[in-house]
């Protein structure tokens, strides 16, 4: 199945505007409608308060705008306010920023919110929402989790997932949590531009240019990295799904970072960072982040240029070529010059990504000289790295999510903290 197809039903979608411009369109008789119905979901650990005051039919006049505010129980904070569409439960617009969120009644709808345990981030600093670039219409940025009293602590970069279309740094903050609570990393989730147009954009995204938006976080991490705490010459990145192609890729080719185009010159691949700081070179941002680019824990992607071909590219003219230059499989260092350890994470239960996917890269690395472990998280499907406020999603996190955080974090401690 198609990784993009895959991704609507597993992954939490953020394209608000869009999604209410094509609903508002898709029904010539909704204009006729006059209320809509809004659902208070169960909370749970804590409360929510909807302003005006839900009706006792429970409908609002079309074109009401519904204030939420979530307040939690003693013991616990606010983890996000939502709304979902009432025939597309798996699909949550969130506010993770603030307690207070605004819905407009326009169609049928559930709003709640999620609340989590206060010592689960009692000990960590969080910023959100820092633009790194803004390469097109929308505004790239990633938030930081920071233990407090951080230090020169090494940096681990999270890559989300959803198709290369879909999602924000919002839906990795449970990863993230899991691996700054323990006060050994600072972690930056990230955010990078959606293929095609989905952004706004008059002019096609391609993945040359998802990738280029990962170094351009890259640089702006290290730019800032004392300010948050860490060390901007030792980085661990992370991705899942289609986060986790462009964690690997990220990871792999450091060596093709430039400012000569991507097949803009026949036979040239370079990848040019989103951000670059005043001053600096692409030729010393190449290095720098080659340099601190040290290990790399990709989840459920695709590697081979196959694979990716297959997934992104179907159907477009000379797509081969630019398989193979944003294949990780195919650009794997030569450990002699640049040693990259990779993690590989994938669930039994994923029919996704299968088991030769995966197991053909790990052979690919191992074949090369890169030290490479792949571990199969028996029982899980795709995506279960993901976040969601809906009980089901955290469910499944809790069972296989903060387990195999933990053993990335090893990973990383392998390579970070050796005695």
Same mark, same amino acid.
């Given at each position: 199945?198609?990784?993009?197809?895959?991704?609507?039903?597993?992954?939490?979608?953020?394209?608000?505007?869009?999604?209410?411009?094509?609903?508002?369109?898709?029904?010539?008789?909704?204009?006729?409608?006059?209320?809509?119905?809004?659902?208070?979901?169960?909370?749970?650990?804590? !409360?929510?308060?909807?302003?005006?005051?839900? =009706?006792? $039919?429970?409908?609002?006049?079309?074109?009401?705008?519904?204030?939420?505010?979530?307040?939690?129980?003693?013991?616990?904070?606010?983890?996000?306010?939502?709304?979902?569409?009432?025939?597309?439960?798996?699909?949550?617009?969130?506010?993770?920023?603030?307690?207070?969120?605004?819905?407009?009644?326009?169609?049928?709808?559930?709003?709640?919110?999620?609340?989590?345990?206060?010592?689960?981030?009692?000990?960590?600093?969080?910023?959100?929402?820092?633009?790194?670039?803004?390469?097109?219409?929308?505004?790239?940025?990633?938030?930081?989790?920071?233990?407090?009293?951080?230090?020169?602590?090494?940096?681990?970069?999270?890559?989300?997932?959803?198709?290369?279309?879909?999602?924000?740094?919002?839906?990795?903050?449970?990863?993230?949590?899991?691996?700054?609570?323990?006060?050994?990393?600072?972690?930056?989730?990230?955010?990078?531009?959606?293929?095609?147009?989905?952004?706004?954009? !008059?002019?096609?995204?391609?993945?040359?240019?998802?990738?280029?938006?990962?170094?351009?976080?890259?640089?702006?991490?290290?730019?800032?990295?004392?300010?948050?705490?860490?060390?901007?010459?030792?980085?661990?990145?992370?991705?899942?799904?289609?986060?986790?192609?462009?964690?690997?890729?990220?990871? $792999?080719?450091?060596?093709?970072?430039?400012?000569?185009?991507?097949?803009?010159?026949?036979?040239?691949?370079?990848?040019? =960072?989103?951000?670059?700081?005043?001053?600096?070179?692409?030729?010393?941002?190449?290095?720098?982040?080659?340099?601190?680019?040290?290990?790399?824990?990709?989840?459920?992607?695709?590697?081979?240029?196959?694979?990716?071909?297959?997934?992104?590219?179907?159907?477009?003219?000379?797509?081969?070529?630019?398989?193979?230059?944003?294949?990780?499989?195919?650009?794997?260092?030569?450990?002699?010059?640049?040693?990259?350890?990779?993690?590989?994470?994938?669930?039994?239960?994923?029919?996704?990504?299968?088991?030769?996917?995966?197991?053909?890269?790990?052979?690919?690395?191992?074949?090369?000289?890169?030290?490479?472990?792949?571990?199969?998280?028996?029982?899980?499907?795709?995506?279960?790295?993901?976040?969601?406020?809906?009980?089901?999603?955290?469910?499944?996190?809790?069972?296989?999510?903060?387990?195999?955080?933990?053993?990335?974090?090893?990973?990383?401690?392998?390579?970070?903290?050796?005695?």
């Amino acid at each position: 199945m198609n990784l993009f197809i895959k991704a609507l039903k597993v992954q939490t979608i953020f394209i608000v505007l869009i999604l209410n411009n094509l609903c508002n369109g898709q029904n010539d008789n909704m204009s006729s409608i006059t209320e809509f119905k809004i659902i208070a979901d169960q909370t749970i650990n804590g !409360s929510i308060i909807l302003e005006p005051e839900l =009706p006792e $039919n429970g409908k609002y006049p079309a074109g009401t705008v519904v204030t939420i505010t979530a307040t939690p129980d003693s013991g616990y904070l606010f983890d996000a306010c939502y709304y979902t569409l009432a025939d597309k439960r798996d699909r949550f617009y969130e506010s993770t920023t603030s307690n207070v969120f605004k819905v407009i009644v326009d169609q049928d709808k559930h709003v709640g919110a999620s609340f989590i345990e206060k010592e689960a981030l009692e000990n960590l600093t969080v910023k959100h929402n820092i633009v790194y670039a803004k390469p097109g219409v929308k505004e790239l940025k990633y938030d930081v989790f920071a233990p407090k009293g951080a230090k020169n602590l090494p940096i681990v970069i999270i890559v989300h997932g959803g198709g290369w279309r879909f999602n924000n740094e919002d839906i990795m903050r449970g990863l993230a949590w899991e691996l700054a609570k323990t006060g050994d990393y600072i972690v930056c989730s990230i955010d990078y531009r959606w293929m095609g147009k989905l952004d706004g954009d !008059s002019i096609p995204n391609t993945i040359a240019d998802l990738i280029g938006d990962v170094y351009g976080a890259i640089v702006h991490i290290q730019e800032n990295a004392k300010k948050y705490g860490g060390d901007p010459t030792r980085i661990a990145i992370t991705g899942d799904s289609a986060g986790g192609h462009l964690c690997a890729s990220a990871a $792999n080719m450091t060596n093709m970072i430039g400012d000569r185009g991507f097949d803009k010159i026949p036979g040239v691949y370079e990848f040019m =960072p989103t951000y670059i700081p005043k001053g600096k070179t692409v030729a010393r941002i190449k290095s720098e982040i080659g340099n601190a680019v040290k290990v790399a824990a990709p989840s459920y992607g695709v590697f081979k240029s196959g694979d990716v071909k297959r997934h992104v590219y179907k159907g477009v003219k000379d797509s081969i070529y630019w398989a193979d230059a944003i294949a990780p499989a195919s650009n794997i260092p030569d450990p002699g010059e640049r040693q990259i350890p990779h993690l590989l994470l994938r669930g039994t239960e994923d029919e996704l990504i299968t088991h030769e996917m995966v197991q053909e890269y790990a052979d690919a690395l191992k074949a090369a000289g890169q030290r490479v472990e792949y571990i199969l998280v028996e029982g899980a499907d795709h995506a279960f790295f993901d976040w969601k406020p809906d009980p089901l999603t955290k469910k499944i996190f809790a069972k296989y999510g903060v387990p195999y955080a933990a053993k990335m974090k090893a990973f990383f401690d392998d390579v970070f903290y050796q005695k």
